[in-house]
């Protein structure tokens, strides 16, 4: 999506030598104004030098530019993590003339790795003076690692009698799971929003998209999603409960569902995208720990990728997610052809089924007949490029 503006907000993508690629691998995002902030980070222990001085920056709510190094996770290198990520902080809000706290830092790429600091800087000089509000695009392919295309979003809504912008960029390819799933995402609006309210929004629509993707069951070091609000429209702060968070939730919700589903589609290897729908469980948490189990299994992911309507492996990941389940009651189905009813196979019908599995992207809907929750999670297929890439990740 290409030509996106958001008021007040300006971008910049360079390459400065993290990558030996010699492609973009430095991006900054700076708003006009002091914006409120919003994030979620990772639920690893291990968190990377980036997101110890973020969440540090974000705790007063207010943000005004992002710093993103790419190609170099700068995680698990002790203290000199935290130096790096610091210093990348400072030396922007000297470019930019703004307070060193309204300055978030993050990070991307191979563990375990000093990052070096002065190309980094060197960056950060050269990106400062190219900001520019066309250049949403150059920063979201700074930002990339292992991800095949880059990955933008945008919608809009009315607030107040004036025209709202959501928009934002996501990486991630590799290490995606739910509990925030491993990605940097950033999301940018115009409107003014009320702290709670946009911290409320956020976390929200971040369960249903963002926390509802997997790849490979894998959560990094590094998760960050920050959404900023600068209020260059004019309007009124959002409060929680209003008509106008509604709308703005509608708008924040359809930009991150955008960028999930780019998320699993620019999966490494991926070749398959797959909605896992479970319906008639006990509760929501119930059907998410179905949705998941199925989600995640190996041995369904790589019968996604072969095109083999294999519904045992999928009956067998229901048995073992840890919820209550009657087998003599469930049916499983891809995309309106079932395979399962009552829990026994329908194997006339795998003919059909295989043909479903050749298409890129299919439902898996699974009926539990339990209760009336139901929840939708979104997997890939597993595939020998998985193997490839990431047998090779450091070399």
């Known amino acids: 999506m290409k030509g996106v503006k958001v008021p007040g907000f300006q971008f910049a993508g360079v390459a400065c030598g993290i990558k030996k690629s010699k492609k973009k691998d430095l991006a900054l995002i700076f708003s006009e104004r002091p914006a409120t902030a919003a994030a979620l980070f990772t639920t690893n222990r291990l968190r990377a030098g980036s997101v110890v001085v973020g969440m540090r920056h974000v705790r007063r709510g207010r943000i005004q530019a992002v710093v993103i190094a790419s190609g170099n996770a700068n995680a698990c290198t002790g203290k000199r993590g935290i130096r790096d990520a610091e210093a990348m902080c400072r030396e922007t809000a000297r470019r930019l003339g703004i307070d060193l706290s309204l300055v978030l830092p993050s990070a991307t790429g191979i563990v375990g790795v000093p990052l070096p600091i002065e190309r980094v800087k060197e960056g950060i000089a050269r990106a400062a003076v190219l900001l520019s509000p066309d250049s949403l695009q150059q920063a979201a392919e700074a930002i990339l690692t292992t991800d095949r295309f880059v990955k933008v979003s945008a919608a809009s809504c009315s607030i107040q009698g004036r025209r709202v912008l959501v ?75 209003t008509k106008e968070e509604k709308a703005l939730f509608a708008a924040a919700h359809k930009v991150m569902k955008e960028l999930a589903l780019k998320l699993v589609e620019d999966g490494e290897g991926t070749t ?59 049916d499983v189905s891809f995309d309106g052809v079932k395979v399962v009813r009552n829990g026994v196979g329908l194997p006339a019908n795998e003919r059909q089924a295989a043909k479903v599995l050749r298409r890129h992207s299919f439902k898996v809907r699974i009926q539990l007949r339990q209760g009336s929750a139901s929840t939708s999670v979104w997997t890939s297929d597993l595939s020998h490029e998985y193997v490839r890439i990431n047998s090779a990740y450091r070399t």
Do not use: H, Q, W
Not at 215 to 233: M, R
Not at 280 to 294: E, H, I, L, N, Y
């Open 167 to 241: 928009a934002g960029m996501v990486k991630g390819a590799g290490m995606i799971a739910p509990k925030m799933a491993t990605m940097l995402a950033y999301l940018m609006t115009d409107s003014a929003v009320g702290p709670g309210c946009l911290r409320a929004i956020l976390r929200r629509a971040a369960d249903a998209t963002f926390n509802a993707v997997t790849v490979d069951g894998d959560t990094s070091t590094n998760d960050t999603v920050l959404f900023l609000a600068n209020g260059a429209a004019g309007n009124a702060p959002i409060r929680s409960g």
């Open 272 to 330: 398959k995208v797959v909605e896992i729908r479970v319906e008639g469980a006990r509760s929501v948490s119930d059907a998410r720990k179905v949705a998941f189990s199925v989600a995640n299994s190996k041995l369904v992911k790589t019968a996604f990728y072969g095109e083999d309507p294999n519904f045992g492996r999928i009956m067998v990941a229901i048995g073992y997610a840890g919820v209550a389940v009657n087998p003599d009651k469930i």
